[in-house]
C-alpha cells in the first residue's frame, strides 16, 4: 500500500509550479519502496497550479493566515478544518516546502496535531519537536540557488530523489489543444500583467513592443486574466490577438507551450513557460534574486537593471521613483531579445538557463 505523503506549498501559482519536481521525487517513493500517494497542500492562488502537477494526487486549499494577504482570521474553525482534512485523509507523513524568508514552523504544529509522524522542513529557528527532518538554511544548503533546486533539495533530505531518468525540470500534465484562440503558428505570447506592482514593466512599453514586433512579421497573442482585460486589450491594439480573461492556467499553459517566445516579468506565467519549455523574454525587477527565480532551466533572456537600489527589497510597490529598474528597458530591447531567443543565438549579457544544465531545446517557428 502506498504512503499517503501531505506536500505543502502555501503561497501562489509560481512557487506550486516551481515545487513540481519535489513533488515528483516524493511521488516516485524512496529507493526500494513503493511510490507515494501525494496531497498537495496549497493556498487559493497556487491550487490551479497544483492540479497541474505530474505526481499530485488531491489537492487541499486551505488560507494560512501567515502567508495570505489580507490574512484570514485565526479561529478554531479555520484551523480545525485543515487539522481535520489531514487527520482525516490518512497523511503519515510531510514535506514543507518552504521560501527563505518563510518559517514551516506554524505549519508543522498544526499537522502535529494533526496526527502526522514524520515532518521535514527547513528553518533558522529552533524546531523542537516540530520538525523530524530540519534543514538549516545557509549551513546545510545554500539559499542562493534556483527555488526549484531549493525544494528538492528539502524533498531529498526526507528521503525523496526523483527516479533515474528525471531531468528534474518544472513540468505539468497534458494540456488542452488551444488553436481556436491562438489560430496558426508561430507566435509571440506576451503577458503583461504582474501580481505585483514593482514587477510590472509599463503598458504603453508593453504595447510598442508588440508594435514593433507584428512590423517585423510576428504574429502576436496576449493573455491576461478577467481583471487584466483592459491592460490586455490597450497592449494588444489592432494587430494583436487578445485574449484578456478567456483563459484559465491550463489554458495559459497550452498557448505559452504554443508560443515561440514568451515575454512576461518575473510572475507566475514566467514559471508556467518554462514547465512547457518555451524560451522566455523576462522583465525581472531584482526586488527578488534572479538567481532564486528566473525561469528555470529553459533559455532566458533577462532584462532589466539587477543592480537597482530596489535589489533584494522584495516590495511590492516600487521605492524608486521611476520604476527605473524596468522603465529603463526599452520596447526595442524586447524585441532584439525576442530575436536571439527564437534564433537560437543568445546575446553575451543574457542569462542563457538558471539551473543545472542548459535548458536549450528544439527551436519552434520563426515568422
Known sequence: MSARVLVARLDSAGDVLLAGPAVRAVAAGRREAAA?????????????????????????????PWIVDPAPAIT????????????????????????????PLPLALLLRLA?????TGASVDYAGSLLDVRLRPGEDFPEDQPEAERALGIANAAGFVLQDDDDGRLRV????????L??????????????????????????AAVELLTAAGFRVVVTGGPAE?????????????????RTDLRTLGAVLEGATVVITGNTGPAHLAAAVGTPVVCLFS??????????????????GDQHAACAGSRARTCPVQGHPCLSGVSPEDVVE?????????SSLGSRRSIGRTDGRRRRKGTP
Open 36 to 64: 507515494s500517494d501525494v496531497v498537495m497542500l496549497c493556498g487559493p492562488q497556487g491550487a490551479p497550479a497544483a492540479r497541474l502537477l505530474p505526481g499530485v494526487a488531491d489537492v487541499f486549499t486551505w488560507e494560512a
Open 76 to 103: 478554531p474553525a479555520r484551523t480545525g478544518s485543515l487539522v481535520d482534512y489531514v487527520s482525516g485523509a490518512g497523511v503519515e507523513e510531510a514535506v514543507i516546502l518552504t521560501s527563505f524568508h518563510q518559517s
Open 115 to 119: 496526527g502526522v509522524e514524520r515532518i
Open 173 to 180: 500534465t497534458e494540456l488542452p489543444d488551444v488553436r481556436h
Open 182 to 207: 491562438v489560430g496558426g503558428s508561430p507566435y509571440i505570447a506576451v503577458h503583461p500583467g504582474a501580481a505585483v506592482p514593482s514587477r510590472a514593466w509599463p503598458p504603453l512599453h508593453h504595447a
Open 229 to 245: 482585460r483592459e491592460l490586455t486589450a490597450t497592449v494588444a491594439g489592432p494587430e494583436g490577438i487578445d485574449l484578456g480573461g
Open 286 to 303: 531584482p526586488v527578488v534574486p534572479a538567481v532564486r527565480w528566473a525561469p528555470y532551466r529553459v533559455p532566458v533572456e533577462l532584462l
Open 337 to 345: 531579445a525576442v530575436l536571439r531567443l527564437s534564433s537560437g543565438v
